[in-house]
């Protein structure tokens, strides 16, 4: 069955510094990954996704995830964050038949620091 | 263009009431499904619409919870003698078809509390 681990809950970071947010997959077939934002009161926000094309996404806002088959890994990165960064994100995989429903991470709050 | 719209935004109601919640889908999308995310939780599946049939309606907690969907259109969320558990942003979302790795659109959810 598939799955998604967000191996942390909380990052803070500060202005300017590079934000890892990681997340490790369990998927029995080749998987479709995809990163989620959400802002306070807002609705989920799709940054970038993977679907067996090239191995490094290039999402918006500058960030960037690279699918790592031999570590089940889908680490979201950006060089240099902002303090509109400040967030919630979600790993998501999808079933890969029948409803194609997506599995969530439960989470990773980043804080940017001034 | 219109993305995914839901209403009410926000609905308080009282334990042991119903409440209908609404999803207008992206037009032309043939996915609908409803999630939910419960404060300190993460999201989880409730069901998924193909056209106005429910193949999968794993993630329903109770027969309490039901949905319809007109179509290709309109969804809504019932849930019937309503608990405190039930408290939660209720997000729907859309995709264009049944694909592997098809992006789903979200909406801006409704916030449920029950008293």
């Known amino acids: 069955a598939q799955s998604v681990t967000q191996l942390d809950s909380h990052v803070s970071v500060s202005e300017g510094t590079p934000v890892l947010l990681r997340c490790n997959y369990s998927?029995?077939?080749?998987?479709?990954l995809f990163w989620y934002v959400q802002h306070p009161n807002k609705g989920l926000q799709l940054l970038l996704k993977?679907?067996?094309?090239?191995?490094l996404v290039k999402g918006i806002n500058g960030f960037e995830a690279e699918f790592k088959k031999s570590e089940t890994s889908f680490h979201l990165t950006k060089p240099s964050a902002h303090m509109s960064d400040a967030a919630e994100y979600f790993c998501?995989?999808?079933?890969?038949?029948?409803?194609?429903?997506?599995?969530f991470g439960t989470g990773t709050r980043l804080k940017v620091l001034a | 263009g219109a993305g995914v719209s839901q209403s009410p935004s926000n609905k308080v109601t009282e334990k042991g009431k119903d409440v209908e919640l609404r999803c207008d889908p992206i037009?032309?999308?043939?996915?609908l499904y409803w999630y939910r995310q419960r404060l300190g939780q993460g999201l989880e599946f409730l069901i998924y619409?193909?056209?106005?049939?429910?193949?999968?309606k794993s993630g329903l907690p109770s027969d309490r919870f039901s949905a319809e969907r007109t179509g290709e259109s309109v969804s809504t969320l019932t849930i019937q003698r309503t608990q405190q558990e039930d408290s939660a942003v209720y997000l729907c979302?859309?995709?264009?078809?049944?694909?592997?790795?098809?992006?789903?659109?979200f909406g801006p959810g409704t916030r449920l509390t029950v008293l």
């Open positions: 619409f193909q056209g106005n049939s429910a193949p999968d």
């Open positions: 037009s032309g999308h043939t996915a």
């Open positions: 993977y679907t067996s094309a090239a191995t």
């Open positions: 998501v995989v999808t079933l890969t038949s029948g409803t194609y429903k997506y599995i």
């Open positions: 979302a859309s995709s264009l078809m049944k694909l592997v790795g098809d992006t789903q659109y």
């Open positions: 998927s029995s077939y080749s998987p479709s």
